[in-house]
T-cell receptor, first 114, second 111 residues
Framework: EPEVTQTPSHQVTQMGQEVILRCVPI?????FYWYRQILGQKVEFLVS????????KSEIFDDQFSVERPDGSNFTLKIRSTKLEDSAMYFC????????????FGPGTRLTVT | QKEVEQNSGPLSVPEGAIASLNCTYS??????FFWYRQYSGKSPELIMS????GDKEDGRFTAQLNKASQYVSLLIRDSQPSDSATYLC???????????FGKGTHLIIQP
């Protein structure tokens, strides 16, 4: 069964460093998303991406964040200058579109900022 | 402000019984409604989607939607210990909009 994959599973970085989290959405899906979940808190939407551009972004997704689809398979989230409060699980999700709105989540990347 | 409210639990249900999980949402423009299951340390796993008022059944799971009351529920029949997890209610508007999640209900199935 097709699934969303994410790398790395765990990333440790120092405050102020840049990180790039990578995702491979399900093949033929058209909509891509990033979410985060701080430990013990709810899953929060960051950004959606469709047709090679951002469709919607939340208040969390400020100028420190960017997304890119550099090729036909990868979808990346970049955090330019990490802060302690960026420590969280980051989930990528994708949906097929065309009337199908179910979003399927990857296993997540645990980001630890020290 | 889009809000999704769930009772955090824990909700304890005996094995074999019916577990009933509830969710209310504030955004009247919401069109799509989902239930996800999340085991500790894992990612959300889609269980059910529902788009129109009424019931939708899939195996042991039944989702119920009442848009007038802004209420979504999930029933789990013949509950199994493996159903013990946190159940997340999520809603969205249309198209490429992101999901708004509730905090989840922690369900414990007692053997």
């Amino acid at each position: 069964e097709p699934e969303v994959t994410q790398t790395p599973s765990h990333q440790v970085t120092q405050m102020g460093q840049e990180v790039i989290l990578r995702c491979v959405p399900i093949s033929n899906h058209l909509y891509f998303y990033w979410y985060r979940q701080i430990l013990g808190q709810k899953v929060e939407f960051l950004v959606s991406f469709y047709n090679n551009e951002i469709s919607e972004k939340s208040e969390i997704f400020d100028d420190q964040f960017s997304v890119e689809r550099p090729d036909g398979s990868n979808f990346t989230l970049k955090i330019r200058s990490t802060k302690l409060e960026d420590s969280a699980m980051y989930f990528c999700a994708s949906s097929a579109g065309g009337g199908s709105y179910e979003q399927y989540f990857g296993p997540g990347t645990r980001l630890t900022v020290t | 402000q889009k809000e999704v409210e769930q009772n955090s639990g824990p909700l304890s249900v005996p094995e074999g019984a019916i577990a009933s999980l509830n969710c209310t949402y504030s955004d009247r423009v919401s069109q799509s409604f989902f239930w996800y299951r999340q085991y500790s340390g894992k990612s959300p796993e889609l269980i059910m989607s529902i788009y129109s008022n009424g019931d939708k059944e899939d195996g042991r799971f039944t989702a119920q939607l009442n848009k007038a009351s802004q209420y979504v529920s999930l029933l789990i029949r013949d509950s199994q210990p493996s159903d013990s997890a946190t159940y997340l209610c999520a809603v969205k508007r249309g198209g490429a909009d992101g999901l708004t999640f509730g905090k989840g209900t922690h369900l414990i199935i007692q053997p």
